[in-house]
């Protein structure tokens, strides 16, 4: 891209202690295919500079590859906050947001425009399962991810992570751009624009690898914040699902009921994460429980008078 080209595209990545990943994430930016001209401003809210030391030789200004802004954050910042602070500085029409533990495929920046080109007003990628083997973070990988793993064909939906997703600017902000909350800020966006008749559609042909983080204990913290946040979104954006929130006690029935699907999607479309889950299904239980106690603290968090910004 020449310097003097405007950006057709913003690449927008928040950052938090991302220096064991980021670095992949921007030489992957480096090597695209034919790319549109595009930009890449990380919103960075470590706090130390380990992040701003790996980015910084991605930059133009000393002699890098990218035409890369970041942007400090004094403390640390929820990433769909730091999304919507990328959103706001960007320069060009559509916007692509990339997490810093993610590496994309060449060609993810030219199909991210054709998916936009083609009447998307947002359109999400394939998740590839980290390439460092690991149980836990396998299990995490599927907790999080398994609607869009590889293989899974092209549909309109409305459940799109944001980990990789690419929006129509004017759509994004018509609809107020990402809530401020730790997990779930997604699912909040996604419905929103999905009841407002937007369309949303996951693409398996923009494609990109999740370094999901390993660790058992990471894991199970992990589902605590998914399903808390979960069980709140639910609530409070109403999401589908407003059986349990109606009555929190059938979250006991949650475990179970995830671990079911979890297989049968995997059966159907990634024969590999079957195999996987078929013999680890007793530790994907057991993750999914902890998830859905925090789901019901969630839904039991929000009450008339106690908005949901002030419940934790």
């Not at 973070?137 to 999080?144: A, M």
């Not at 998914?226 to 929190?248: D, H, I, K, M, Y």
Request: hydrophobic content about 45%.
């Amino acid at each position: 891209m020449r310097e003097d080209d405007a950006p057709v595209l913003s690449v927008i990545i928040p950052a938090y202690l991302a220096a064991g990943t980021i670095g992949d994430c921007l030489a992957s930016l480096c090597v695209q295919w034919e790319p549109p001209p595009f930009e890449v401003i990380v919103v960075d809210s470590s706090p130390d500079d380990s992040t701003e030391r790996i980015v910084r030789p991605f930059t133009r200004e000393v002699g890098g590859r990218l035409d890369l802004r970041v942007v400090r954050r004094a403390a640390q910042t929820y990433p769909g906050t730091a999304r919507n602070i990328g959103a706001r500085l960007a320069r060009a029409p559509r916007l692509l947001f990339l997490d810093a533990d993610c590496t994309a495929h060449p060609d993810l920046l030219a199909r991210a425009v054709i998916a936009l080109d083609a009447g998307a007003a947002v359109a999400g990628s394939s998740i590839a399962v980290p390439e460092r083997f690991s149980v836990s973070g396998r299990i995490r990988h599927l907790l999080e991810f398994k609607e869009s793993l590889p293989g899974v064909p092209a549909r309109a939906t409305w459940q799109i992570p944001s980990a990789c997703v690419a929006f129509e600017r004017t759509a994004f902000e018509r609809h107020g751009g990402f809530p401020d909350t730790r997990a779930s800020e997604d699912w909040l966006l996604n419905w929103r624009m999905w009841q407002a008749e937007e369309r949303l559609v996951f693409d398996p042909r923009m494609r990109v690898r999740h370094a999901t983080p390993r660790g058992w204990a990471a894991l199970f913290a992990y589902a605590r914040v998914l399903g808390f946040a979960s069980g709140r979104a639910r609530l409070v954006g109403g999401l589908p699902g407003q059986w349990v929130v109606r009555r929190p006690w059938l979250a006991a029935a949650l475990p179970v009921g995830r671990t079911l699907r979890a297989l049968w999607w995997c059966a159907r479309y990634s024969p590999p994460q079957f195999f996987f889950l078929v013999l680890a299904w007793p530790a994907y239980l057991a993750v999914a429980a902890v998830w859905a106690h925090a789901f019901a603290r969630g839904v039991r968090s929000v009450t008339p008078d106690r908005p949901a910004c002030e419940a934790t």
